[in-house]
């Protein structure tokens, strides 16, 4: 059974860091891609950051170019979500998503919440 379980979200300051950290099971890891999205109340969820399997190429939002850095750990089957210069904006509950197999595959979602 194909598993994803996010952890790191806290509660930070504006400017600060917080790392996001999803942990897979259940697939190949190694062959897949792996998106990083995310929801805030009262608005549609949004993808953030995506990495490709093999070299691991990666494409982001423009709202977080710059600041966020998704890399990924075949060997560990993680995906990673370095997130900088937060902002209030950035608040919202972050998801790991993977397809597989033409289906899509979520985590519980781990909460990110930036605010003086």
């Known amino acids: 059974q194909v598993q994803l379980v996010e952890s790191g979200g806290g509660l930070v300051q504006p400017g600060g860091s917080l790392r996001l950290s999803c942990a897979a099971s259940?697939?190949?890891?190694?062959?897949?891609?792996m998106t990083w999205y995310r929801q805030a109340p009262g608005k549609e969820r949004e993808m953030v950051a995506d990495?490709?399997?093999?070299?691991?190429?990666?494409k982001y939002a423009d709202s977080v170019k710059g600041r966020f850095t998704i890399s990924r750990d075949n060997a560990k089957s993680t995906v990673d979500l370095q997130m900088n210069s937060l902002k209030p904006e950035d608040t919202a509950v972050y998801y790991c998503?993977?397809?597989?197999?033409?289906?899509?595959?979520w985590g519980q979602g781990t909460q990110v919440t930036v605010s003086s």
């Open positions: 259940g697939f190949f890891f190694s062959s897949y891609a």
């Open positions: 998503n993977t397809k597989y197999l033409w289906t899509d595959y």
């Open positions: 990495i490709t399997s093999g070299r691991g190429s990666t």
